[in-house]
């Protein structure tokens, strides 16, 4: 489960990564609004926890925005001023929920998960490529009707590679998105659980699915 946390305050944002981190979310941060607008097009998220008061481009405006692309993505508001017709104003933009600040962390995370619910029940929980699937739900892959048994950092590997199949992943990307890194480690990781990834979804069938773009990265596709 991946969230996008929308605030430009810093000690806030920090506050609440750390708090999302600690209940298992995966958490990416934006600062501005103009970023956010564009985030969830390269990530696909499954909560996000947004801020109203933004440098530049609001909060409301960012959801007006997203919504009017049709993206249904469960969004939890934050505001600084918990009055009635902000409230009234967010949910009609689109917002799911909504927390006036201050709030306590604890309240945060048990809004989050519950949006989560929410959204796994509207969209499809199976992620499918060729006769590859993977259960987000149950975390349970199966390949040609073999169940195969993931790790937890496999199981969220496959899951990122899949939600972004056909496109190329690049290593720091990768470690990322699924290590939660924001640096380089600067060692193999990627490719050693990408090597491992391979025996289990690849080495058994004649169809190969997870490519290496030498020198940029992978990329899970069906070969044409
Ligand atoms: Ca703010």
Not at 107 to 113: C, G, N
Request: proline content about 4%; glycine content about 8%.
């Amino acid at each position: 489960m991946r969230v996008l946390v929308v605030e430009d305050e810093r000690k806030t944002a920090s506050f609440i990564r750390k708090a999302l981190q600690e209940e298992g979310f995966a958490v990416d941060v934006c600062r501005t609004g103009d970023d956010a607008l564009i985030a969830p097009a390269a990530t696909p998220y499954d909560v996000v926890v947004l801020d109203i008061m933004l440098p530049g481009r609001d909060g409301l405006s960012v959801l007006r925005q997203w919504r009017k692309q049709g993206d249904t993505t469960p969004v939890l508001l934050l505001s600084a001023r918990g009055e009635v017709s902000e409230r009234v104003e967010g949910l009609d933009a689109g917002a799911d929920d909504y927390l006036p600040k201050p709030f306590a962390l604890v309240e945060l995370a048990a809004r989050v998960r519950a949006l989560t619910r929410r959204g796994s029940e509207t969209k499809t929980p199976v992620l499918k490529l060729a006769d590859l699937s993977l259960d987000t739900v149950t975390h349970r892959a199966q390949r040609g009707g073999t169940t195969i048994e993931l790790t937890a950092r496999e199981y969220r590997l496959l899951e990122f590679l899949m939600r972004s199949a056909g496109r190329l992943c690049g290593r720091m990307m990768i470690v990322e998105k699924v290590w939660d890194y924001d640096f380089d480690p600067g060692t193999n990781l990627v490719d050693v659980y990408i090597k491992r990834l391979r025996e289990k979804i690849d080495a058994k069938f004649e169809q190969k699915l997870l490519h290496t773009v030498r020198g940029s990265g992978y990329v899970l596709k069906e070969e044409s």
